[in-house]
């Protein structure tokens, strides 16, 4: 599985964008990348994801490097509730489709 | 839209007993994975199904693990004779299913929380 490297942590103050990076250099032509993220006590959750193009949803925005070898979590507005572990996880389509979960990137949010 | 649903949600018990957890997946989803999470570490998978046939078992300690999907539906991770290092959050996930060329997002359940002493 190719593997993704992310910042153990991050802090950030509520209601400033926050922008999550993410390395992928072994990126394969068949990896999406998706993110997942997990509040305190919580299953995580999905994010969003994306495969060439930026993508854009209703909890955040995703930039994907033209070599695809890195992209950015976009919250734009941070909140309480943001506070989580957020994993960046390549994904490929092509066999059992699996998650594999590093150590992620804990984000503290500030009041 | 329900969610995953898990059972037991905090379980204990002493080494060597056994313990089992159930999870019910979103209804229609066809694919069903149970991961295990180790404190401060990300979940690992266990054991994907894909209907009642296991996909991916790779990662499941099958002497003293065992899971099965009857149905297709509901789904039982089995722990016997349980150990120390068994302590974790044990996760069960559904998706609508793994077909080739479209990727379709996971939602995971609350988690059981099992204590081994």
């Known amino acids: 599985d190719a593997k993704t490297t992310q910042p153990n942590s991050m802090e950030s103050n509520e209601e400033e964008p926050v922008h999550l990076p993410c390395n992928h250099s072994?990126?394969?032509?068949?990896?999406?990348i998706h993110w997942y993220r997990q509040l305190p006590s919580q299953g995580p959750e999905y994010v969003i994801h994306?495969?060439?193009s930026n993508v854009n949803n209703r909890m955040a925005s995703l930039a994907i490097a033209e070599d695809r070898k890195s992209s950015t979590l976009i919250l734009h507005r941070a909140t309480l509730r943001d506070a989580a572990v957020y994993y960046c996880?390549?994904?490929?389509?092509?066999?059992?489709?699996?998650?594999?979960f590093g150590q992620g990137t804990r984000l503290t949010i500030n009041p | 839209e329900a969610g995953v649903a898990q059972s037991p949600r905090y379980k204990i018990i002493e080494k060597r007993q056994s313990v089992a957890f159930w999870c019910n997946p979103i209804?229609?989803?066809?694919?069903l994975y149970w991961y295990q999470q180790i404190l401060g570490q990300g979940p690992k998978l266990l054991i994907q199904?894909?209907?009642?046939?296991?996909?991916?078992d790779s990662q499941l300690p099958k002497d003293r693990f065992s899971a099965e999907r009857l149905k297709g539906v509901d789904s039982t991770l089995k722990i016997q004779p349980a150990k120390l290092e068994d302590s974790a959050v044990y996760l069960c996930?559904?998706?609508?299913?793994?077909?080739?060329?479209?990727?379709?997002?996971?939602?995971f359940g609350p988690g059981t929380r099992l204590t081994v002493t």
């Open positions: 996930a559904s998706s609508l299913g793994n077909y080739r060329g479209l990727t379709y997002e996971q939602y």
């Open positions: 072994t990126i394969s032509g068949t990896d999406y």
């Open positions: 994306g495969l060439t």
């Open positions: 996880i390549l994904r490929t389509i092509q066999g059992a489709q699996k998650l594999v």
């Open positions: 209804s229609g989803h066809a694919t």
């Open positions: 199904f894909q209907n009642n046939g296991v996909v991916d």
